[in-house]
């Protein structure tokens, strides 16, 4: 089994209501009306938004995901989002472990770890993240951070046909940055080894690229080996610019 590629678009915190009916709407609609096969596509808005886009994409190919989930099924944890409402609320993925969440708000390996071990124990796919800071590649750290990352993240039962692992350099994401073609191999590489060591089945692991991912240049980046997709910040909201990100997704 070749992992399928997927296009996973994280809204981070943007969209109101109509905005999300009409971007979702839009994608549904382009997804219906194509006429090659596609990759698989999610759609990751605010938590608050879940809801408006699974309504908008219902009947389609689109997925909804969410951006966070709590590593608890329930209890007192204000502000936060068990996996099993994102479950019933009609998700199928959960971003975790972002590196906006592991700077922000200090989530370490085994919280990402936790986090995506409820996920799969509510039957989401965890989007499990990792990539290295400016610093640490220019200290020539880039390797072992992710070596790092996807050993304490992944969880023991995770397989390709539960999980992804997006790799994402955090030095490139939003920046409009990107690595060259090489870069990108090269630590697709070390993510899949690493995952392989643990797991038996890291040939068929879908590992997603993500950083500054837009239109103009996805079918450079979605081309090299190793890269089964991507995870689109700025770029999945606007429903042509994503669409052209979609529909240079690997063919397999």
Same mark, same amino acid.
């Given at each position: 089994?070749?992992?399928?590629?997927?296009?996973?678009?994280?809204?981070?915190?943007?969209?109101?209501?109509?905005?999300?009916?009409?971007?979702?709407?839009?994608?549904?609609?382009?997804?219906?009306?194509?006429?090659?096969?596609?990759?698989?596509?999610?759609?990751?808005?605010?938590?608050?938004?879940?809801?408006?886009?699974?309504?908008?994409?219902?009947?389609?190919?689109?997925?909804?995901?969410?951006?966070?989930? =709590?590593?608890?099924?329930?209890?007192?944890?204000?502000?936060?989002?068990?996996?099993?409402?994102?479950?019933?609320?009609?998700?199928?993925?959960?971003?975790?472990? =972002?590196?906006?969440?592991?700077?922000?708000?200090?989530?370490?390996?085994?919280?990402?770890?936790?986090?995506?071990?409820?996920?799969?124990?509510?039957?989401?796919?965890?989007?499990?993240?990792?990539?290295?800071?400016?610093?640490?590649?220019?200290?020539?750290?880039?390797?072992?951070?992710?070596?790092?990352?996807?050993?304490?993240?992944?969880?023991?039962?995770?397989?390709?046909?539960?999980?992804?692992?997006?790799?994402?350099?955090?030095?490139?994401?939003?920046?409009?940055?990107?690595?060259?073609?090489?870069? *990108?191999?090269?630590?697709?590489?070390?993510?899949?080894?690493?995952?392989?060591?643990?797991?038996?089945?890291?040939?068929?692991?879908?590992?997603?690229?993500?950083?500054?991912?837009?239109?103009?240049?996805?079918?450079?980046?979605?081309? *090299?080996?190793?890269?089964?997709?991507?995870?689109?910040?700025?770029?999945?909201?606007?429903?042509?610019?994503?669409?052209?990100?979609?529909?240079?997704?690997?063919?397999?």
């Amino acid at each position: 089994m070749t992992a399928q590629p997927l296009i996973a678009g994280n809204w981070k915190m943007n969209g109101s209501t109509a905005q999300a009916k009409a971007l979702a709407g839009d994608l549904a609609a382009r997804a219906k009306g194509a006429a090659g096969p596609l990759p698989r596509i999610a759609l990751c808005p605010p938590a608050g938004l879940i809801s408006t886009v699974a309504a908008a994409v219902a009947g389609s190919v689109v997925a909804v995901g969410a951006q966070d989930c =709590h590593a608890k099924e329930k209890g007192a944890h204000t502000g936060d989002t068990s996996a099993v409402l994102l479950k019933d609320l009609g998700c199928t993925y959960v971003i975790v472990g =972002h590196s906006e969440r592991r700077a922000d708000h200090g989530e370490t390996n085994e919280a990402v770890r936790t986090k995506a071990e409820a996920a799969l124990a509510a039957g989401l796919t965890p989007i499990i993240c990792v990539g290295e800071t400016e610093a640490e590649r220019d200290a020539g750290k880039a390797a072992d951070v992710v070596r790092s990352q996807v050993s304490g993240s992944v969880p023991a039962k995770s397989t390709a046909a539960n999980t992804v692992i997006a790799y994402e350099p955090v030095w490139a994401i939003g920046t409009g940055r990107t690595p060259t073609p090489d870069d *990108v191999k090269a630590m697709h590489a070390v993510a899949r080894e690493t995952y392989g060591k643990a797991h038996a089945d890291g040939a068929d692991l879908a590992i997603l690229y993500g950083g500054s991912v837009k239109g103009s240049n996805a079918a450079t980046l979605l081309a *090299v080996a190793g890269v089964d997709g991507a995870l689109v910040g700025g770029a999945s909201l606007d429903a042509a610019d994503f669409w052209t990100i979609i529909i240079n997704a690997p063919k397999r």
